[in-house]
């Protein structure tokens, strides 16, 4: 299973920036679907997911009313809109699939991860 993660780059506070995850076919119709983050010297945290047939998204705290997962099953693509960007939103921005457990803000939750891309915000 291969997910591969675009669109980071370098954008200023208050910019928007959009992410995109492309999975192989046979994975992203079956599985739940999310983005992680983790900024240098901490934690990874938990952004946004998507269930399989996106009726369900749920948001991390400190991206809620910002940012906007979404997934087009017939392109096989997951995407991450992030509005009113700010600095501590800097992070290797991962894409994720296979959620299995109670919750998915729970990074050990999620079977199949993507290399990662990079999104820099400058104050």
């Known amino acids: 299973v291969q997910l591969q993660a675009s669109g980071g780059g370098l954008v200023q506070a208050g910019d928007s920036l959009r992410l995109s995850c492309a999975a192989s076919?046979?994975?992203?119709?079956?599985?739940?679907m999310g983005w992680f983050r983790q900024a240098p010297g901490k934690e990874r945290e938990f952004v946004a997911s998507?269930?399989?047939?996106?009726?369900?998204?749920y948001y991390g705290d400190s991206v809620k009313d910002r940012f906007t997962i979404s997934r087009d099953n017939a392109a096989s693509t997951l995407n991450l809109q992030m509005n009113s960007l700010k600095p501590e939103d800097t992070a290797v921005y991962y894409c994720?699939?296979?959620?299995?457990?109670?919750?998915?803000?729970?990074?050990?939750?999620?079977?199949?991860w993507g290399q990662g891309t990079l999104v820099t915000v400058s104050s």
């Open positions: 076919r046979r994975t992203f119709r079956a599985y739940s």
């Open positions: 994720v699939a296979q959620f299995i457990g109670t919750s998915p803000m729970v990074d050990s939750n999620w079977h199949y």
């Open positions: 998507v269930s399989f047939g996106g009726g369900r998204t």
